[in-house]
Structure formats: C-alpha cells, structure tokens
C-alpha cells in the first residue's frame, strides 16, 4: 500500500516534506488530511482529482492509488477543458473541496482500463499538452509507475514549479516523498514570486521551461536579486527546446549553478538524462531498460520499460515497444540536441525548416527575450513564416532592424514573412502555444 509505503520511508522524520504559502506540512500532516470521503469509489473507477500541491490533494491521490482507482490529475485552471477531458478518460467520478461527486455509475469499457482493471492495479491518466492538437489522454500502470521511485537518494529542496498535471510535476513530488526532500510550491509562477520563493525557502533545485526562464531573464529581476538566490544549485529545462543564447547568459550570470536539459514524455514517462556539459544542450538518454534510436529524418525514437500503456482516445502509439517521439535531433559524438517538433515543420516552397531555428536566430537580436515562429497557409508557396518577437522592457520596437537581422542570419526563401512584437502566449504549463 502507497500510504504504508510512504509511512514506513517518512517514519521519524519531523522535517516539513511540502512548504506553501510559507508554510510547512510533515508526512504525518498530509497522512492525516484525510477529509474527503472516498467510500463511494471503487476498484477500477476513474476518478478526477482537482487539486494542486496541498495535504489534502496529496492524501487524496496516495488514497486513490491505494483503492486500485485510475486517477486524472487536472488543476482547476482548467475548468473550462473538463468536459473534453472527462469523456476522453471515461470519468466517472470527480474529488474536489473535499467532497466526492459522481458522474456516472456506468464505467468505461475501454480494453486498456479492463486491463488495470483486470490485474487489480491502480491507474494514472496524464493529459499531452495538446498545444498543436486535441491532447491525448495517456494511461499508466500507476503501480508501475510508482515502483520507479524506491530507490533511495538524497533529494535536495525542490520548487515544484510544473503543474499538478504535468508528468514533471508528479515525478518531483514522488521522487521527494520517497526520498524525504522538501517540496516547495512556489507562491506564483511570476518571476518575482519563484525568486522569492527561492530566497525565503532555500531552495536549491529549480526545474522550470525555457519560456519560463525566458521570462525571468524578461523581468530584469534575475539580475538585481542574484545574489540572495545563492542557495540555487541546480537548474533543470525540459518540456520544450531551450535556444543556446539563454543558456549561454544563465551561465554567465549564475556560474555556481548546475544547469541540466531533462526529457521525459507523458508516453514514456521520465527518462534518466546527462548534460554534456552546463552549457551545452547536447544530452544522452538512456538509463535501464531505455533504448533510442534515430530515423533517416533524423526524429528520436525510444523504447522504455516505464513508458505507458498507450492512449484512452488515439490509436496505440508504440510499434514493438517503440515511440516515435516526433522531436528531431542532431547527432555528434553519441550525443543529441533536440532541435525541433516534426509535426511542426514549416514548409516553404518545398524547403523544410523547424520554427524553433527560426526562433533560435530571433532570440540573438538584442532585446529579444522570448520568440514564436509558425507556418501560415499560403496559396502560392504552400506556407510562409510569421513571427512574434517579445522585447526586454525598454528595448526599441524596431521591425526593420528585425528583418534586416533575419537577412543576415536566414536564406531569402526562409526569412519571416510578417514580423510582430508583442507578448508571446503560453499555456498553463508555461509552453508556447
């Protein structure tokens, strides 16, 4: 049992293992916020779980895992997608304020949840970002899923920055639990507010995405305050492609600070990732039972042996055990860079290019801080590109300087079309749309 587990691994510690809004919360805490009346779920129902980083959000998803139910975390920022995702799932039962609501008695008959179903085990649905698309709903053995984490390590002050609902975000809360590590929920995910967050709390681990770390760069807080910040001892990026020119100036400025690319997939779930180096986006994947390959258009593929069981709503996407990540890479001396997202290719006249290079080149011009590339139906050519530039504040709006910096660094026939500048959007777990 995950509660018993969890208790004999948290047994003597008195230590706070999650800290919100400043204030602590021991094992014992979340074990006893057990308010929510769950008697009403049974074996194999698939519940949503609205909540976030709490005691009472945490206990209630150990409890289900502990009734053998399939879970959906989703966050209440979402409310407006529930009826999508709660049809996609097959939700039949909803937990949120303490209080559990049925849907409906009547239970998805889909072959991979009789298969939990079937074996006695609890689930996991995990939703794909579903920035260029529906997301999919993803299901995994969350028995399986949770066996990942028994074995022990030292496991630093962590900010949980990535969202209730994200697979990062679970993954940080479990590997800390077992590991009896400090959670820190940040008070906002604003700059001013993780900066502060890291300064009162003593954090040392950050995992963030690179268009939250853009923002920080964007804000000109991250270099009045670095010097309270000196607790910070690791940063980690993942979730989308990080540009060399960030990178390149968190180095510079944060010299005592270990900056790691992760990699993990809703699919696959998390992989284990080394740096080249701090300042290189160059990685190896690997780790037991994980295998990678590369296809002739250069696209990643992995097989591993944590990867889920596949989709509630899409066609199965593994082919022997293998995934097709969709994400491009570059190979040099048995080590990747991800490029860009395959399904994201611009196409202009028959010659084929990634937003992100587009963006890559953008993110050069002084003054650019955060960039979207994308392709724009056009009848002659196919597509053209459009971009949208977001400027440090007090940088000059300049739109010819901006086109004549794409001539010098861009072919003529991949050079933007339109060039906007303004904010740049992201979504809830701070990805670009």
Same mark, same amino acid.
């Given at each position: 049992?995950?509660?018993?587990?969890?208790?004999?691994?948290?047994?003597?510690?008195?230590?706070?293992?999650?800290?919100?809004?400043?204030?602590?919360?021991?094992?014992?805490?979340?074990?006893?916020?057990?308010?929510?009346?769950?008697?009403?779920?049974?074996?194999?129902?698939?519940?949503?779980?609205?909540?976030?980083?709490?005691?009472?959000?945490?206990?209630?998803?150990?409890?289900?895992?502990?009734?053998?139910?399939?879970?959906?975390?989703?966050?209440?920022?979402?409310?407006?997608?529930?009826?999508?995702?709660?049809?996609?799932?097959?939700?039949?039962?909803?937990?949120?304020?303490?209080?559990?609501?049925?849907?409906?008695?009547?239970?998805?008959?889909?072959?991979?949840?009789?298969?939990?179903?079937?074996?006695?085990?609890?689930?996991?649905?995990?939703?794909?970002?579903?920035?260029?698309?529906?997301?999919?709903?993803?299901?995994?053995?969350?028995?399986?899923?949770?066996?990942?984490?028994?074995?022990?390590?030292?496991?630093?002050?962590?900010?949980?920055?990535?969202?209730?609902?994200?697979?990062?975000?679970?993954?940080?809360?479990?590997?800390?639990?077992?590991?009896?590590?400090?959670?820190?929920?940040?008070?906002?995910?604003?700059?001013?507010?993780?900066?502060?967050?890291?300064?009162?709390?003593?954090?040392?681990?950050?995992?963030?995405?690179?268009?939250?770390?853009?923002?920080?760069?964007?804000?000109?807080?991250?270099?009045?305050?670095?010097?309270?910040?000196?607790?910070?001892?690791?940063?980690?990026?993942?979730?989308?492609?990080?540009?060399?020119?960030?990178?390149? !100036?968190?180095?510079?400025?944060? =010299? +005592? $600070?270990?900056?790691?690319?992760?990699? /993990?997939? #809703?699919?696959?779930?998390?992989?284990?990732?080394?740096?080249?180096?701090?300042?290189?986006?160059?990685?190896?994947?690997?780790?037991?039972?994980?295998?990678?390959?590369?296809?002739?258009?250069?696209?990643?593929?992995?097989?591993?042996?944590?990867?889920?069981?596949?989709?509630?709503?899409?066609?199965?996407?593994?082919?022997?055990?293998?995934?097709?990540?969709?994400?491009?890479?570059?190979?040099?001396?048995?080590?990747?860079?991800?490029?860009?997202?395959?399904?994201?290719?611009?196409?202009?006249?028959?010659?084929?290019?990634?937003?992100?290079?587009?963006? !890559?080149?953008?993110?050069?011009? =002084? +003054? $650019?801080?955060?960039?979207?590339?994308? /392709?724009? #139906?056009?009848?002659?050519?196919?597509?053209?590109?459009?971009?949208?530039?977001?400027?440090?504040?007090?940088?000059?709006?300049?739109?010819?300087?901006?086109?004549?910096?794409?001539?010098?660094?861009?072919?003529?026939?991949?050079?933007?079309?339109?060039?906007?500048?303004?904010?740049?959007?992201?979504?809830?777990?701070?990805?670009?749309?």
């Amino acid at each position: 049992m995950l509660m018993r587990d969890l208790a004999a691994v948290q047994h003597g510690n008195t230590a706070p293992v999650i800290i919100r809004g400043g204030v602590g919360s021991t094992f014992r805490d979340v074990a006893g916020a057990g308010g929510t009346d769950l008697s009403g779920v049974a074996p194999g129902d698939v519940v949503a779980l609205v909540g976030d980083y709490t005691p009472e959000s945490i206990n209630s998803l150990i409890r289900l895992a502990d009734l053998k139910a399939i879970v959906v975390p989703l966050t209440a920022g979402m409310e407006a997608s529930f009826p999508y995702f709660f049809g996609a799932a097959g939700v039949n039962a909803v937990v949120r304020d303490g209080r559990t609501e049925r849907v409906t008695d009547t239970r998805h008959d889909h072959p991979l949840l009789n298969h939990l179903r079937a074996l006695g085990h609890s689930g996991l649905v995990l939703f794909s970002s579903g920035t260029t698309g529906q997301p999919k709903a993803v299901l995994h053995d969350f028995d399986l899923f949770l066996s990942h984490y028994r074995f022990r390590r030292q496991a630093p002050r962590t900010m949980n920055f990535l969202v209730f609902d994200h697979i990062s975000g679970i993954n940080t809360l479990f590997s800390t639990l077992f590991n009896r590590g400090q959670v820190i929920v940040p008070s906002g995910r604003t700059p001013w507010a993780v900066l502060d967050d890291i300064e009162r709390h003593g954090v040392e681990v950050l995992p963030a995405t690179p268009t939250f770390l853009r923002m920080l760069l964007l804000s000109g807080l991250l270099e009045q305050r670095r010097g309270a910040i000196g607790s910070l001892r690791t940063v980690t990026y993942s979730t989308e492609p990080m540009d060399q020119a960030t990178l390149d !100036r968190y180095c510079a400025m944060l =010299p +005592g $600070v270990d900056f790691r690319q992760s990699y /993990g997939m #809703s699919e696959l779930g998390m992989m284990r990732v080394k740096s080249r180096s701090r300042d290189s986006l160059f990685i190896s994947v690997g780790g037991d039972g994980v295998e990678t390959r590369v296809d002739g258009d250069s696209v990643l593929h992995i097989r591993a042996q944590s990867r889920s069981l596949g989709y509630l709503n899409a066609p199965m996407p593994f082919l022997d055990g293998w995934y097709n990540t969709g994400d491009v890479v570059e190979e040099e001396g048995g080590h990747l860079r991800i490029v860009g997202r395959m399904k994201q290719v611009i196409n202009v006249g028959g010659i084929k290019i990634l937003p992100d290079e587009i963006e !890559r080149v953008a993110l050069l011009y =002084p +003054g $650019v801080v955060c960039c979207k590339a994308e /392709g724009v #139906s056009n009848p002659i050519i196919g597509q053209h590109i459009e971009v949208t530039c977001e400027m440090a504040p007090g940088s000059a709006e300049d739109r010819a300087a901006l086109k004549a910096h794409f001539a010098v660094h861009l072919a003529p026939a991949v050079q933007p079309h339109r060039i906007r500048v303004g904010p740049v959007s992201v979504n809830h777990r701070f990805k670009k749309l």
